[in-house]
Structure formats: C-alpha cells, structure tokens
C-alpha cells in the first residue's frame, strides 16, 4: 500500500482537525517555524500490514519533513484549549499546539509556565 500525502498548512490542521482520520500523522518542514501559514504534510496511510511503521523523516517535494504530532494528538490539543476558553482564536491554538510539541503537555494558558 503506497503512501498517501496531502499538503496543508498548519491554520487547516487547527480548524479541520475533527474532520482529518485520526491515524493520520502531521509532519513538519525540518527548518520551519510554527506559524499558522506553514505548510506541512499530512500522512493519512502506509504500509501497516507488513508491520511498516510510519517513517520519522521524509522528503515532500525536496522538503525534508520530520514527523510533528499524530492528528489525535492535534484534535486532543485544540480539544483542550477550547476547554479552557470560549473560542480559543488560531493565535491561542498555534500557541497551545507548540507547546504540546516541546512539552509533551497541554498548555495552562492561566499558568503559563514552561518547564
């Protein structure tokens, strides 16, 4: 089974990530910076049956990608951030996704403290 890609930025990533399959996996250009217009790539299938996990790096249009979050890990980040405001804007999302990233944690946007 080939791989399947599709580019999106990471503002599409935020506001779709209910309607993205939850085995998808978003990855990262290697040398980019979070912001909302950053495109990625979203890998939505591979080779499972051979036992194939999904690969850590790979190349998209000459871009070297590197795995950022699988999208359940997304959904539950925006998840979260909407637990903790009304109508958190894509600024607060980007904010929250980052952190979860170098963190391993969801944000307090109360008690922001980075460890």
Avoid at 11 to 30: C, H, K, Q, V
Wanted: glycine fraction near 2%.
């Amino acid at each position: 089974m080939p791989l399947e890609i599709k580019s999106l930025s990471i503002r599409d990533a935020l506001t779709d990530a209910n309607e993205i399959s939850r085995g998808s996996i978003l990855y990262f250009p290697n040398d980019a910076k979070f912001n909302l217009d950053t495109q990625c790539a979203l890998l939505t299938r591979w080779d499972w049956e051979e036992g194939g996990d999904p690969p850590e790096v790979m190349a998209v249009d000459n871009v070297e990608m590197v795995e950022l979050l699988p999208v359940v890990d997304i959904q539950q980040v925006v998840a979260n951030a909407r637990q903790q405001r009304q109508d958190p804007s894509l600024q607060l999302l980007l904010k929250a996704l980052e952190y979860y990233y170098k963190f391993d944690a969801f944000i307090d946007f109360d008690h922001e403290n980075p460890r």
